[in-house]
Nanobody, 114 residues
């Protein structure tokens, strides 16, 4: 099983990024997918989650209205569209797949700075 995140980078405050997570080795359509992030010196926190069929989504209050999670079962991928980025969004972002077991990617770094 492999989850590979991409799309991170340096962006100015107010900017946008789109993170992608490509999954392999799993029956992707059965998995609840989520994005977590961990800032330096802080605990890992849930950013957004999406049900196996993509019909249900939830967001952390800190990102609601700015971030959008989506899932493409045909492409075995989950995405996180991030808009109106703030310096406090700076963190390593991780993709997680959960069903009977859970799997994590290695993360992609997002830095929001002027």
């Amino acid at each position: 099983v492999q989850l590979v995140e991409s799309g991170g980078g340096l962006v100015q405050p107010g900017g946008s990024l789109r993170l992608s997570c490509a999954a392999s080795g799993v029956t992707f359509s059965r998995y609840y997918m989520s994005w977590y992030r961990q800032a330096p010196g802080k605990e890992r926190e849930l950013v957004a989650g999406i049900t196996s069929d993509g019909g249900g989504k939830n967001y952390a209050m800190s990102v609601k209205g700015r971030f959008t999670i989506s899932k493409d079962n045909a492409k075995n991928a989950v995405y996180l569209e991030m808009n109106s980025l703030k310096p406090e969004d700076t963190a390593m972002y991780y993709c997680r797949a959960s069903w009977i077991m859970e799997y994590w990617g290695k993360g992609t770094l997002v830095t929001v700075s002027s």
